[in-house]
């Protein structure tokens, strides 16, 4: 019987999972079956327990259940918890494990296919809910000076930085704060806002080596690319390259093989402005 896998969203109608992970399984050789199902909040937990039944053993999750999946995990791993979200559930003697590849992929993306050095950079991340959450951990780790949550609901910016739990480094500040919060050298847009028209933000955020990074896709992501652009940053990039090698560290984690990123995500990228943000 071929292994069972799937993507768990809502909507998850255009997510790209299910073909990068059918590419790097015939990269490697590896027979699975992995779907896109949609399940609504109210019916998440049903839709995972039905999955596990059918004999599911690996599920992505994306938006809107990373903060639910964690809390449907028996076990956890660290990044996970200190995320409070999770993006990559593991079958393991008949419990749900937990794992968060969101952080790692980010800079993965960021620091060896781009070559970029993260240490010391005064980071602003804009949002707070789960994909804020899955990144922020990882950038700390990877040497960032300072983290600057700005959420439109400040009690989930507070809830953030006190997850993380590190009071020097992680501050917060309220929307209407951006323009006296002086300029960034890596701002993150971990809003939805690309979705549902458009993200305005003041230009003092940025200097001419400000690096801009949108963990949407596609369209989602066409507006805060131009506001980076028109602001002067000097790299500007979307969550494709994100969203490959998170999915390669789920894969690694399922299969053992951690499999080649770069054609996927050439062709990912050469027709990215035709892609619609599902993952």
């Known amino acids: 019987m071929t292994a069972r896998y799937a993507v768990f969203g809502h909507p998850v109608v255009h997510s790209l999972s299910p073909r990068i992970h059918a590419a790097f399984g015939t990269q490697l050789g590896i027979?699975?079956?992995?779907?896109?199902?949609?399940?609504?909040?109210?019916?998440?937990?049903?839709a995972l327990g039905a999955f596990a039944a059918g004999g599911g053993l690996g599920?992505?999750?994306?938006?809107?259940?990373k903060e639910r999946a964690l809390a449907l995990c028996t076990e956890a791993s660290d990044r996970a918890r200190r995320a409070g979200a999770?993006?990559?559930?593991s079958r393991r003697n008949g419990q749900w494990h937990g794992d968060n590849t969101d952080g790692v992929?980010?800079?993965?993306?960021?620091?060896?296919r781009r070559r970029l050095d993260l240490r010391g950079r005064r980071v602003l991340m804009l949002g707070a809910g789960g994909a804020a959450r899955g990144v922020s951990p990882a950038l700390l780790d990877a040497g960032i000076g300072e983290l600057w949550v700005v959420n439109r609901t400040s009690e989930r910016a507070d809830a953030l930085a006190d997850a993380l739990g590190e009071p020097g480094r992680v501050h917060t500040r309220y929307w209407a704060d951006l323009g006296n919060l002086g300029a960034f050298d890596m701002i993150v847009n971990a809003t939805s806002a690309g979705r549902s028209g458009g993200i305005e933000l003041p230009f003092s955020l940025t200097t001419s080596r400000t690096l801009?990074?949108?963990?949407s896709y596609g369209e989602a992501a066409v507006s805060f690319?131009?506001?980076?652009?028109?602001?002067?940053c000097e790299h500007a990039f979307d969550g494709i390259g994100m969203l490959v090698e998170q999915a390669a560290e789920s894969?690694?984690?399922w299969h053992g093989k951690r499999?080649?990123?770069?054609?996927?995500?050439?062709?990912l990228t050469a027709r990215a402005d035709s892609l619609q943000t599902a993952d």
């Open 212 to 215: 801009a990074v949108d963990l």
């Open 31 to 46: 027979a699975m079956q992995y779907a896109a199902i949609d399940a609504s909040p109210e019916d998440f937990a049903n």
């Open 86 to 89: 999770a993006n990559t559930l």
């Open 251 to 253: 894969f690694a984690i």
């Open 225 to 232: 690319l131009a506001w980076a652009r028109a602001a002067g």
């Open 259 to 267: 499999p080649d990123t770069d054609p996927v995500f050439a062709s």
């Open 105 to 112: 992929g980010l800079v993965h993306d960021l620091t060896e």
């Open 59 to 65: 599920a992505n999750i994306t938006l809107p259940h």
